[in-house]
């Protein structure tokens, strides 16, 4: 394998992807800065390990490389791409506020958008030979911001559906191209020994936790330096394995090392492509392996002593007081006594939550807790109710198709609430 082939598949095999791991990490008590710190490594990962990979196909391609040019291109197409991202970023962000109407298709053409702004930071970055990978990570950061208090129930709604369905796909896609080319692969490969290929991976794979396990290291002894506040010794060990076994690799790595071009500038075939193919794949597989088989069964007690953040339920305990103190504050004398049965009925309702979320008297709690569990069947039961009832009038003819979705979304929000 050549030198910058191999450079390349380091770069494709640096990116990691905490995705893989974040349903085991979330069902553990992490600190919340670890948690943060886990999810969002892999924006700059990738995108830093792509720049670099770039670099390394250009020299692979053209026989050519010079570190100067290449330490001075990784610094341009660096800051270029993050500049034009948040430029674009800011761009669709007005565009969107100014287009946001009551009209049914503003949510649409709301999220049709957002689907378009990270290939229209791609296009405008590329097109200036800067970054395109690092624009979409700048637009997708700087248009979250922007974008975050302005977005409304709907359109938030439609946004998520139609992303997670969009990162699925995209991540199916690429096992799929994997099981596509794997055959092939194997064939290249089929002059190496097995042994030869199995101690490769064994310490590619090892190669990578150790590396992480020191830059963790590294990372732990510069926050004690700076006063951190320390952990007793067996915790902060169980903290440090699962930093260094959420260091998975995955899909972008996959990909990126299929990217390599099959043919060199001069037309030959990429000396070692097959190979480092089958060498991304392999250490991909291995370390999600490892990675899940080991960490369910690290054991890690919750620290009291870390509260920075709320638990789900302490968040609804917070908006629920809020809600009932506002009620309380709310003038109800120049509304008529049914807006006042209203809010009174809202104010027990509140309570009721408030009382099942405290936990501070289990018997009281517990009868709260049966009481808003009958009232959510009750609701339901309502709901199912109206869904025959609309149903009823579509089948009849009484309903055209755009009433029935309108009133089919409302009856969905209302059940999801």
Not at 118 to 126: G, H, L, M, T
Not at 278 to 306: C, K, Q, W, Y
Request: net charge positive.
């Amino acid at each position: 394998m050549p030198l910058a082939v191999a450079f390349a598949l380091a770069a494709a095999l640096s990116s990691t992807d905490t995705v893989a791991v974040s349903t085991v990490v979330s069902k553990l008590p992490v600190p919340p800065r670890l948690q943060i710190l886990l999810s969002g490594e892999s924006l700059f990962n990738d995108a830093v390990a792509l720049v670099a990979f770039k670099l390394a196909v250009a020299a692979a391609v053209t026989a050519q490389f010079s570190r100067r040019e290449a330490a001075l291109s990784l610094l341009t197409v660096s800051a270029g791409g993050f500049a034009i991202g948040a430029a674009v970023a800011l761009a669709a962000s007005a565009l969107r506020r100014s287009l946001r109407s009551s009209a049914p298709d503003s949510v649409r053409i709301d999220t049709i958008l957002s689907l378009l702004i990270p290939y229209v930071a791609y296009i405008a970055s590329e097109a200036m030979e800067a970054s395109g990978v690092l624009a979409v990570v700048a637009a997708g950061i700087y248009g979250g911001v922007l974008d975050r208090r302005h977005l409304s129930a709907s359109a938030r709604l439609n946004g998520l559906t139609l992303w997670s369905t969009v990162t699925l796909t995209l991540n199916g896609a690429v096992f799929v191209m994997l099981g596509l080319v794997m055959r092939q692969v194997l064939q290249a490969v089929e002059g190496y020994s097995r042994w030869n290929l199995l101690g490769t991976v064994a310490t590619l794979t090892f190669l990578l936790f150790a590396l992480r396990m020191g830059w963790t290291a590294l990372m732990a002894w510069w926050s004690g330096r700076n006063g951190a506040s320390g952990r007793d010794a067996p915790r902060t060990v169980v903290l440090t394995l699962i930093t260094v076994l959420c260091g998975v690799r995955g899909s972008l790595g996959l990909s990126a090392t299929l990217s390599i071009p099959l043919l060199t500038a001069a037309g030959t075939a990429m000396p070692g492509r097959d190979l480092a193919v089958f060498l991304a794949a392999a250490t991909i597989a291995a370390t999600l392996l490892i990675s899940g088989v080991v960490m369910p069964l690290l054991r890690l007690e919750p620290d009291g002593s870390e509260t920075a953040q709320l638990s789900f339920r302490g968040v609804q305990l917070a908006i629920a007081r809020v809600a009932l103190r506002v009620i309380e504050d709310e003038r109800l004398t120049a509304v008529s006594s049914k807006v006042r049965e209203w809010a009174a009925t809202w104010k027990r309702l509140y309570e009721s939550r408030i009382a099942a979320l405290d936990g501070a008297d289990d018997r009281t709690g517990g009868a709260h807790r049966r009481d808003l569990a009958a009232q959510r069947a009750l609701s339901m039961h309502v709901l199912r109710a109206q869904r025959r009832e609309l149903a009823r009038l579509h089948d009849a003819g009484a309903v055209g198709h755009a009433i029935l979705q309108a009133v089919e979304f409302e009856l969905d929000l209302a059940e999801i609430a």
